[in-house]
Every structure is written in C-alpha cells, then in structure tokens.
C-alpha cells in the first residue's frame, strides 16, 4: 500500500469518525459507473464528506473539483488534494481566452467521475444559490455519463465558512434519482430542475418527480 493509500483511508476514517459521513442512496444504487455528482456547497468539507461516504471502488475512479489558488498554497494541502485525492484543479482567476471547464472535460474524457459543485462557490445560506452553466454544458457534451443530485447536510455546522476547526457533529449525503438533459431543454430550464433535485433531497422536502 502507498503512502497516498494509507493516507486516504486515515482520512475516511477521520471523516466518518468526525461526521458519520453517512451515504443514503434514495434515487440510485452506488455503482461503478461513470457519474457526476453534484450537490451543494456549504464548506471546505463537502466534497471530502462526499468522497468518504462513497464505497471504496468508486472512491478510486471519482474525483473532486478543486480551487487551484487554495489547494495549492501550501505542500500538504498540495500532495493531499493531488495524491490522495486525486482532484481536477480549476482556476477562480482565468484569462478571457481560458476555457473553466477543460480540465473537467479532460477528466470525463479519461473515464472519470467527478464531484462538483454548480453554485460556484460556498454559502452559507440553507438553500443552494443559483446554479452556474458549467453542469449544462457538461450534460450536454457527456450524455452518456450520470448525473447524480446530492443533499449533503449539516455539514456547515463541522466547518462553516472561514472555521478551520471542524467540530463533530453527525452528518448525511444523500443520493438521488439520475438526471439527463432533455431534447430542446434549454440551460435556465435545467439549471433550475437539476438546483430542484438537489433541494428535494434535504431532510423534511416534499418530494417530486426530477427528471423530465
């Protein structure tokens, strides 16, 4: 076993020891197949919590979306989100001429999965904000890959923002029903039903059909 191997099931375990990282699968079984999750974003924990509540053989092919500038300020956070984690970096500061979304295409062109997050950027509001056209765009170049919407909850309250200590407290992701992009859906329409699945699946919601 590597020294990334080792160090990624230590955090599994820290994660799981720290928040549960309970994973409800409601809407999909949690297959090896290649998948775009995406879920809100309230912290820097999100896409670790959703990485260890995933079974260990799709923990091996997903990958998460990671702010270059941050995750790369420093040689542990570094080797972590590179090694262990195997993160996509973005860019948050980009020419004109750069594309935000070639480093996601490159990935799902590999076969991989990916964990990403269509508010952009983290908030600390109950409900997810507006989602960005990256996810649109994705679905309509990859239909052949899943999109599956996550609820993950009470993770604000380990790490909210500008916290740098977590502080345990139970948490759960939950999974739900694929989504695709339908024929003539235009990218408000299915913005605005994939932000629905994914507020659908948070504790008390009143459920309704996500996919068209």
Request: aromatic share 8%.
């Amino acid at each position: 076993m590597t020294r990334a191997e080792s160090m990624g099931m230590l955090l599994a375990l820290i994660a799981r020891l720290i928040t549960g990282a309970q994973g409800h699968w409601k809407g999909c079984p949690p297959k090896a197949e290649q998948r775009i999750y995406f879920a809100n974003h309230q912290s820097h924990l999100d896409w670790v919590l959703i990485w260890a509540a995933l079974p260990s053989d799709l923990r091996a092919t997903t990958r998460p979306i990671a702010a270059r500038d941050y995750w790369t300020a420093g040689r542990f956070k570094h080797w972590i989100t590179r090694e262990v984690f195997n993160a996509v970096y973005v860019s948050r500061q980009r020419t004109d001429d750069q594309d935000p979304l070639e480093p996601l295409v490159e990935a799902l062109k590999n076969g991989d999965s990916l964990v990403i997050f269509p508010e952009g950027t983290r908030s600390n509001k109950g409900a997810p904000q507006p989602f960005k056209s990256g996810l649109y765009h994705l679905a309509r170049q990859f239909p052949q890959v899943q999109l599956i919407p996550a609820w993950i909850d009470n993770v604000q309250r380990v790490m909210p923002k500008g916290e740098v200590v977590p502080v345990p407290i139970l948490c759960t992701v939950t999974f739900g029903t694929p989504l695709t992009l339908t024929e003539g859906e235009d990218k408000p329409d299915f913005l605005a039903r994939a932000r629905r699945a994914v507020v659908q699946l948070q504790p008390g919601a009143t459920a309704e059909p996500a996919t068209a």
